[in-house]
């Protein structure tokens, strides 16, 4: 390594260390002093099943004899009355623990934990950044996505990764994501040119002369397709809405750094990328937004990847009607989860098994995107087709699909109909680092919706009448530590009845009833 690339690596190390650490000093004194809701020994339990029943065959920066330690200093708590959300909930804080990496330029988040043939330094794959980022913004730490992010973008010598660019990206809306969770907009800015040379790269790469952008199905890590091909340069609804998340991202980022010529730029990037989107990916016909191919038809097929535009705000109300394919079983729906691929197509389930197929099998990596879109799209007022009884069903089956053999376990993909997780016996499947869940317990379920004002918005997608009571303890929300409660009757936590906000212990905002609430000038 060069020594002025390792000197700006250096700089670039400190800066974030120096503007995070005295935030989080102050949240842990804060911590200490408040009388918390949640007793954090109350769920060691979970824990030490999960350390029982494996065998550790690979251990990385963060052990299993160190992993309650670290969740109990690390991840926000959480119960309910529903006990399998709530195993599943510490699981997947116990695998994602599992693959914290650490390399000579940083802490990493592996996507496999056995080694990978395609796989760049220390085993790091690109395609799940986006997922990384969107769960990992949640630990108290920042090290960890910080370093992560760094690594990606700067851990080569100075520069990015070889193989960032295997896979398509949503880094730098994920980026501003994380943001607005931990309030850092030094860190944010600081990685501002790193983000304009992602999205440079893209357009220079990837372009089609109408102004969309293509991807082999395989570089969206979708490969087998029904619409698609692992040599064919489809302009499909994944690659297309990152570019727009990204482009409104980095003119927010923009806007932060005080650069309003970046900001208007970026902005009409966006906005021209939406109207494309919305002019030649939507198929009136199937009322859907669909691949189109080379030749410029529609594939004729209804994917999953057509809710993605949703994960980004990019869809209008005129599309909402796409929502109807989640509850038909001709559509989206069956017994474990949303499938790839609509289940009425010829081609559905055609591809064979055990080659990573996405034409129509369950994958975590697509129902959390998915869900993610649902809960964006009903948290902006639309409840005429999806709502919260469709939201929290889904994620009702989200859980239930992630267990093999009675335990909890998260794979790569899985049967629709059977729940077998299709890779479920062999190594590199286990504890597969590929899609969120906590962030769509904390966002969705719960309801915190990250802003980037001092306002703390929360609306729990929660049917009336389904959990008397839960709670989220010590999130850590722009240098805060957040509670939010709900308890019908005020029986539970003894600390009234209603939907209940606490910042750093005292009261912020409450609400008798299960419902939208937000407290103003909470995070000063």
């Not at 609400?511 to 407290?519: A, H």
Request: overall charge negative; charged content about 25%.
């Amino acid at each position: 390594m060069k020594f002025r690339n390792i000197v700006h690596f250096i700089i670039s190390g400190l800066l974030v260390c120096i503007t995070t650490a005295p935030s989080f000093a102050i949240s842990g004194v804060k911590g200490k002093t408040r009388k918390s809701v949640l007793n954090a020994d109350d769920y060691r339990h979970y824990v030490e099943y999960f350390n029982r029943m494996e065998d550790e065959n690979i251990a990385q920066a963060i052990p299993n004899a160190q992993a309650w330690d670290w969740m109990k200093t690390n991840i926000p708590l959480f119960e309910c009355p529903q006990d399998n959300f709530e195993e599943m909930y510490y699981f997947r804080w116990w695998t994602l623990r599992k693959h914290i990496k650490q390399t000579p330029v940083g802490y990493a988040f592996t996507e496999f934990l056995v080694e990978r043939s395609y796989a760049d330094k220390y085993n790091l794959i690109s395609c799940a950044l986006g997922h990384h980022t969107m769960e990992a913004r949640w630990l108290h730490n920042p090290q960890y996505l910080n370093d992560y992010l760094h690594v990606w973008f700067r851990g080569n010598e100075g520069q990015p990764m070889n193989k960032l660019h295997k896979f398509s990206s949503w880094a730098p809306d994920a980026l501003y994501q994380k943001y607005l969770v931990d309030g850092n907009s030094v860190y944010l800015v600081d990685m501002f040119p790193d983000m304009k040379k992602e999205y440079s790269y893209w357009e220079d790469t990837n372009r089609l002369p109408n102004g969309l952008y293509w991807q082999y199905d395989v570089r969206d890590g979708m490969e087998e397709q029904i619409s698609g091909g692992r040599k064919v340069k489809n302009a499909r609804p994944t690659i297309n809405s990152y570019m727009f998340g990204n482009a409104q991202a980095l003119s927010k980022i923009a806007a932060l750094a005080g650069d309003n010529p970046a900001s208007v730029f970026y902005r009409a990037k966006a906005d021209t990328l939406k109207q494309l989107v919305e002019q030649k990916l939507w198929n009136p016909e199937s009322q859907f937004f669909e691949t189109v191919k080379e030749d410029g038809s529609f594939a004729n097929v209804r994917e999953e990847i057509g809710f993605i535009p949703w994960y980004f705000n990019l869809a209008e109300k005129k599309q909402e009607v796409a929502w109807e394919q989640v509850k038909t079983e001709d559509g989206f729906l069956a017994p474990y989860g949303l499938t790839t691929a609509e289940r009425r197509h010829p081609d559905f389930r055609t591809h064979g098994v055990g080659k990573c197929e996405w034409d129509g099998a369950v994958w975590p990596f697509a129902t959390s995107q998915t869900l993610t879109g649902m809960a964006n799209w009903i948290n902006q007022g639309h409840t005429a087709v999806v709502n919260d009884s469709v939201f929290f069903r889904q994620m009702e089956l989200y859980v239930e699909s992630q267990y093999h053999r009675g335990r909890p376990y998260v794979g790569e993909y899985l049967d629709e109909v059977t729940g077998y997780w299709l890779k479920g016996d062999q190594e590199r499947s286990r504890y597969y680092n590929h899609s969120t869940f906590n962030d769509l317990v904390i966002t969705g379920l719960v309801g915190l919706r990250p802003r980037a004002d001092q306002a703390i918005e929360v609306n729990p997608l929660i049917p009336e009448g389904k959990w008397d009571w839960f709670c989220l303890d010590n999130v850590l929300y722009h240098g805060h530590i957040l509670t939010i409660f709900w308890d019908k009757d005020g029986s539970k936590y003894h600390r009234g009845k209603g939907l209940v906000v606490l910042v750093d212990g005292k009261e912020a905002g409450r609400s008798e009833t299960l419902t939208k609430l937000v407290c103003t000038n909470a995070v000063r």
